[in-house]
């Protein structure tokens, strides 16, 4: 049986700092049930605006904000092709982070320790 290392303690440094409250930024943006459904959209490849809003059932104001907070956190990028806009994810990482906290919600689930909202 392999032997557990762990990794030497250290202090929380100022890069440290600013990774902190990036992920905040991207936490925030997966805060809401509508992004995290259009992340997961988005992570089976790039889709025209007007198909998420279809996908979605929102208005097109209402994705125009959520696609601003994404963008914003960096985690989803737009291209326009003549007049569609596209939107896909800005780096494939996003859609494994989405899947490892699901990962993570399942387990819970299956020990009986669901989250109460």
Known sequence: MAAITKSPKRKPDDSDEHLYHMQVQ??????????????DLLGG????VAELQE???VTAANLSQ???????????????????LFCSLAMP??????????????????KGRNLTI
């Open 26 to 39: 991207i936490c925030k943006a997966f805060a809401n049930a509508t992004r995290l459904k259009m992340l």
């Open 45 to 48: 490849g790039k889709r025209s």
């Open 55 to 57: 996908r979605l059932g």
């Open 66 to 84: 959520h696609l601003g907070i994404l963008r914003a956190a960096g985690v989803v990028r737009t291209e326009r092709t003549g007049r569609r």
């Open 93 to 110: 990482e996003v859609k494994s982070a989405c899947e490892l906290l699901r990962d993570v919600l399942r387990a819970r689930q299956r």
